[in-house]
């Protein structure tokens, strides 16, 4: 049994120090090469190729029609950028294609490598394709894809203003093209539309580009940034990180949303119900580091105006913010394997965030529910655990008397368990039950934007962040070796010895944790210390004393008894035959 914990235990440091370097890398998601539509994985040639084959006037929304506003426009020189501020973001755009260049949060920022605070600016500066571009699926109009557009004013203030709009005109000989773009005072959506008013016969569809990917940096690499497109396509979550790439692909089906997402932030377009994208489209930058996903919309061949609209949201996983678009919008969140956990734990805080005001003593009430609610397995465990301590004497006397014969060893100690009802085991089971506590809690403090720069009390001031002085660590260390000193000592010395790096070992690899997890371990370890004492001053584990199975006689001395018993016997049988011969004479 010793053995089985020293293995548990170092399993346990493992699975932690394993599950810190790796978890968080995204987990392969294989889904998203199986959607149900069977849609198959083509390069951009076969995707143009499937387009142009298509009778895509059927697919076209007859009943949306472009709106051919009498707008006047100004012609600028190419690249001049457009600044457009609001209360929660600073946004610019280059006239020479209408992409955005730089989105810059006001109400959130990260500290670099040095310790410097920075706002952060969400696009990716290290490419030369930005989001919101139009790709022509027609190549005989893909120059409009870089082209410099007249536009309407050059700068948008909603600091007190409502809303207002942006209109991008570009037209020559072949075709009139408007980009209009809707902002709005507090939301992090705006409204894009394209509109194409073709001069001759061109295949009107499109694909509007979101990415590559956002940063999650003030500056510098982020060692928990990634890129993945996430999708909720016909009820189900998709999810394509970069090392699942390969060459570009196209997902068909309802379409509820699609983004190109990190850690805390993400890009998403939101379909308009009148006018829902034919498909998904992933590609990847020219720099084939980051992914790039967008919508397609098939507007069919003609000389027919086509207005397609979608809306766009640029800014933080937010789950108060997402739920005024979509109710799985949530699904965005990366709770990696326990999702199915997290998100309600999650939702659980925040309710009790809502009493409180304050995520550090919502984590600590948590804790106190958890443990609650784990009270009975933990006071069996406590109870296995003090009978153990009592059985030791016996044990040992077991183990001295059957050491050559393995499994009458096991037998025997067996045997004592079921006397006395204690389960070897039983000590494992509560920790082994919070596990996906803990993992659940580790990604929702790792991930959740609400809780990045949520402060707790004196020096904590990031509750997702490690500790800035490592106390929280220490006391974690310390609570772990008092617990582990009023716990009855398992194993040889030997083992015992091992055991007490155990409280050093965890102090080391916590330092690196989020400060709220630590929180959380601290006030777990506190708790459990309070119970463990209070159930060992209840329970009498007096142990029953074990008798021995009685041994049977070696084989040789009972033969050998057998014939000493049946020597009598025989001498008289004999006496007996010769008695009568001797009355015969």
């Known amino acids: 049994m010793e053995k089985r914990l020293i293995i548990a235990l170092v399993s346990s440091i493992l699975f932690f120090v394993g599950y810190d370097y ?20 083509k390069s951009v040639g076969e995707q143009q190729n499937t387009i142009s084959s298509t009778n895509t006037e059927q697919v076209v929304q007859k009943d949306i029609k472009p709106v051919d506003k009498e707008v006047k426009v100004q012609n600028v020189a190419a690249g001049t950028i457009i600044n457009v501020e609001t209360p929660l ?76 709009e942006l209109i991008f005109v570009y037209e020559d000989e072949n075709i009139k093209v408007t980009k209009s773009l809707t902002f709005h005072r507090d939301e992090y959506v705006f409204d894009f539309n394209v509109q194409l008013y073709p001069k001759k016969v061109f295949d009107k569809s499109i694909i509007v580009n979101l990415g590559p990917g956002i940063v999650s940096a003030a500056h510098g690499y982020d060692i928990f940034e990634y890129n993945r497109i996430v999708s909720f396509i016909n009820d189900k979550k998709e999810t394509l990180h970069i090392d699942d790439y390969e060459k570009p692909v196209q997902f068909m089906g309802k379409i509820d949303w699609m983004s190109v997402a990190n850690k805390y932030f993400a890009s998403i377009l939101l379909p308009d119900a009148k006018n829902p994208p ?58 990696g394997i326990f999702s199915f956990f997290a ?3 999650f939702k659980f805080l925040t309710f009790i965030v809502s009493y409180t005001g304050n995520w550090g003593w919502s984590i600590i ?16 465990s406590f109870n296995s655990m003090k009978r153990m301590k009592e059985l030791t004497p016996q044990l040992k006397i077991i183990q001295e008397r059957y050491k050559d014969d393995r499994q009458k060893l096991s037998e ?38 609400e809780i990045k720069g949520a402060p707790f009390i004196l020096w904590i001031h990031d509750l997702s962040v490690a500790d800035p002085y490592y106390i929280y660590p220490v006391l974690m260390g310390i609570s772990m070796f008092v617990q582990q000193k009023i716990s009855p000592p398992m194993g040889d010395p030997l083992q015992q010895k091992i055991m007490m790096f155990l409280p050093l070992i965890f102090t080391f690899l916590f ?40 041994e049977k006689p070696k084989e040789i001395s009972a033969e050998k008894s057998s014939e000493t018993a049946t020597e009598p016997t025989k001498k008289k049988k004999q006496e007996k035959k010769k008695g009568p011969r001797k009355k015969r004479k």
Do not use: H
């Open 365 to 380: 009430i948590l804790t106190i529910l958890i443990k609650i609610l784990f009270y009975p397995l933990t006071k069996k």
């Open 278 to 335: 034919s498909a998904i489209t992933a590609t990847i930058d020219n720099y084939g580091k980051m992914l790039i996903g967008g919508f397609q919309y098939l507007n069919g061949k003609g000389t027919d105006p086509s207005n397609t609209q979608v809306r766009v949201y640029i800014g933080p996983q937010d789950s108060r913010a997402f739920a005024q678009y979509s109710e799985t919008l949530d699904y965005l969140k990366d709770y």
């Open 89 to 164: 973001f600073s946004a610019t755009l280059d006239t020479q294609g209408v992409a955005i260049k730089d989105f810059i949060l006001k109400k959130y920022d990260l500290e670099d490598e040095n310790g410097k605070v920075g706002l952060i600016n969400l696009i990716q500066q290290t490419t030369n394709q930005f989001p919101l571009s139009v790709k022509f699926i027609d190549q005989r109009l893909a120059y409009i894809e870089t082209a410099n557009f007249s536009v309407n004013k050059t700068k948008i203030d909603l600091i007190k203003s409502e809303k207002d």
């Open 511 to 550: 330092m690196n944790f989020p400060a709220g997890l630590v929180i959380y371990w601290v006030v777990n370890n506190v708790l459990t210390i309070s119970q463990q004492w209070y159930i060992y001053q209840q329970v009498d584990t007096t142990p029953k004393e074990y008798k021995f199975k009685e």
């Open 343 to 345: 998100m309600p734990l």
């Open 412 to 449: 025997e100690m067996m045997s004592l368990y079921r006397t006395n009802k204690v389960n070897p085991m039983g000590g494992c089971l509560p920790m082994i039950l919070q596990i996906p506590v803990f993992i659940a809690l580790y990604n929702v403090l790792l991930v959740s934007i």
């Open 22 to 41: 790796f978890v968080l890398q995204p987990y392969r998601a294989n889904e998203a090469q199986q959607v149900e539509q069977q849609s198959a994985t």
